[in-house]
């Protein structure tokens, strides 16, 4: 069972069902099962024109919209391979990650006509250059196509590869590096169909109306729900970005039963003017994942809308349904992030592998058929990341107690997470170094009431230089995407350091956390 052959399905058995809203069109664009096939199969058969084929890389840079999804199963239908890139990085960094991956073509939206002119612009001018253009909207870019008249153009007749295997990759996800480039976490058809087989077993049921808030760009929006609500049949919803007054109105308008976001999203949402008289009734659940949700808030929800929360834990490289904390527990095991889910196999290990009991931590490594197939045209580090037993290391400190509960304490690398985002403090202070100022930095994460984490970054700079923090951050926003950027900058004279000459990361975490710890 491909990818490609999700729609065709859904056609066959449900044509006229309601597959996809997009609230991100005015008015909201709505499609059934058979008009997301057609557009499905059109754009598949433009793109074998144009030279796609099985293996190849199609990009896509554009805020959520209905075109993601079409894109992601045309490719699907070829064999293919969806490349969605995420808006928040700069475009020097997607230029990079289109670079290394060699994708034949790219998708953008009018948001990001800028950026993917400067994009093709620095590919033209080596050996990657693209060789189509699709734009969204707008006036687009010269030699571009309108999105809109591809589809037009091209069959709507069934397109299928007949040679493709469920081991063969259907798109590639960017999670962040530790040197800099985004790893491509290399999604097979086969890890698609087991994340949905997981979600099935505990979350969804047939008639379900999902909510989609996350970018997809994100396992947590492309595959969270979204695939299994094809499977199923059911409608999703989708929004251009999260925005809480339009949320609140579309959980009550549209009925929605299902609905997914973050914490900080949850916080949002209580603050919107139309919070007080919103009606959530038709929720079965809300899930929360990125960080664990405050009790308080869980409280609140329960109290004012009645809303039952589930909990849970993924990762791009093993998809978003590794963990769920069932509703009933949300509060007596706050902080948890629940049991593994059916098809997933946990150990907590030592730093020699072996394996923990309970109330001991150590690193989480995971095993099964919802496994990522490695990183895209890095086998170094999809060595480091999968081990000779096939196990996963996540770099996550947890522990599990006698129940079967799991929780993560801490994280083996200094990775941080600002905004459900993975944020890498050694890219960051590879951008502060390229700085002709700086001697020293260093960059942490500490908690944020808003973000989750932020980061800091602690520099030193050279004798007699003058640089301010202002002017560090600026020189930062140049490199790196928004979200990257530390909250603020510390002008320290000296770092603190271990007896080994080690930067004392710990220590700056306690002096500039919030609360008691400073």
């Known amino acids: 069972m491909h990818v490609g052959d999700y729609l065709g399905r859904r056609t066959l058995y449900t044509p006229d069902r309601l597959a996809i809203v997009d609230h991100g069109k005015t008015p909201a664009l709505r499609l059934t099962f058979r008009e997301l096939n057609d557009r499905a199969n059109r754009?598949?058969?433009?793109?074998?024109?144009?030279g796609v084929a099985r293996g190849d890389r199609v990009a896509i840079l554009a805020r959520d919209g209905v075109e993601h999804l079409i894109a992601f199963y045309a490719c699907g239908k070829l064999g293919a391979i969806h490349t969605p890139l995420n808006w928040r990085l700069h475009w020097r960094e997607n230029a990079a990650i289109l670079e290394h991956v060699s994708a034949r073509g790219l998708i953008f939206g009018d948001d990001y006509q800028a950026q993917a002119g400067e994009i093709v612009a620095a590919l033209r001018a080596g050996p990657a250059a693209l060789s189509f253009l699709l734009h969204l909207d707008g006036p687009?870019?010269?030699?571009?196509?309108?999105?809109?008249?591809a589809l037009a153009q091209a069959s709507d007749a069934p397109v299928t590869c007949e040679t493709l295997d469920l081991e063969d990759i259907a798109c590639l996800l960017f999670t962040g590096g530790t040197t800099g480039?985004?790893?491509?976490?290399?999604?097979?058809?086969?890890?698609?169909?087991?994340?949905?087989?997981?979600?099935?077993?505990?979350?969804?049921?047939?008639?379900?109306?999902?909510?989609?808030?996350?970018?997809?760009?994100?396992?947590?929006?492309?595959?969270?729900?979204?695939?299994?609500?094809?499977?199923?049949?059911?409608?999703?919803h989708l929004v251009r970005q999260f925005d809480a007054t339009q949320v609140l109105d579309l959980l009550e308008r549209e009925a929605i039963t299902v609905f997914a976001a973050v914490p900080t999203m949850y916080q949002m949402l209580t603050q919107a003017p139309n919070w007080e008289k919103a009606d959530l009734s038709r929720l079965r659940f809300c899930t929360?994942?990125?960080?664990?949700?405050?009790v308080p808030l869980i409280e609140r929800y329960v109290a004012e809308k009645g809303v039952k929360f589930k909990q849970g834990f993924g990762m791009t490289e093993f998809g978003p349904g590794l963990f769920a904390l069932a509703p009933e527990d949300a509060v007596r095991k706050a902080g948890s992030i629940g049991r593994p889910n059916f098809f997933v196999d946990v150990r907590v290990v030592d730093d020699l592998g072996e394996a923990l009991g309970p109330d001991q931590p150590g690193e989480l490594v995971l095993r099964g058929p919802s496994g990522c197939s490695g990183y895209y045209n890095?086998?170094?580090?999809?060595?480091?990341?999968?081990?000779?037993?096939?196990?996963?290391?996540?770099?996550?400190?947890v522990r599990y107690d006698d129940e079967g509960y799991f929780f993560v304490l801490d994280r083996k690398k200094d990775m941080?997470?600002?905004?459900?985002?993975?944020?890498?403090?050694?890219?960051?202070e590879a951008a502060l170094y390229r700085h002709p100022e700086v001697l020293q930095c260093a960059v942490v994460g500490v908690p944020d009431p808003q973000w989750g984490e932020v980061g800091v970054a602690a520099v030193v700079l050279r004798p007699g230089a003058q640089a301010s923090p202002d002017e560090l951050l600026a020189h930062l926003r140049g490199q790196l995407a928004r979200y990257k950027v530390p909250k603020r900058v510390e002008l320290l004279d000296a770092l603190p350091l271990s007896g080994m000459g080690k930067i004392l990361k710990r220590e700056l975490r306690r002096t500039y956390s919030p609360g008691p710890s400073r």
């Not at 754009?43 to 144009?50: I, P, S, T």
């Not at 687009?140 to 008249?149: E, K, N």
């Not at 890095?378 to 400190?397: L, Q, V």
């Open 43 to 50: 754009l598949a058969n433009w793109l074998r024109a144009e």
């Open 140 to 149: 687009g870019l010269p030699g571009s196509l309108w999105f809109d008249t």
């Open 181 to 236: 480039l985004p790893k491509g976490a290399m999604i097979s058809h086969r890890q698609i169909n087991w994340n949905s087989l997981n979600t099935v077993i505990h979350d969804l049921t047939h008639g379900d109306v999902y909510l989609n808030v996350f970018p997809l760009f994100h396992a947590g929006g492309l595959f969270t729900y979204l695939a299994t609500q094809v499977t199923f049949g059911n409608t999703t």
């Open 288 to 294: 929360s994942g990125g960080a664990p949700l405050p």
């Open 378 to 397: 890095d086998p170094e580090a999809s060595r480091a990341a999968i081990d000779a037993g096939g196990w996963f290391h996540t770099g996550d400190i």
């Open 416 to 428: 941080f997470i600002s905004g459900g985002e993975n944020v890498y403090p050694a890219e960051i």
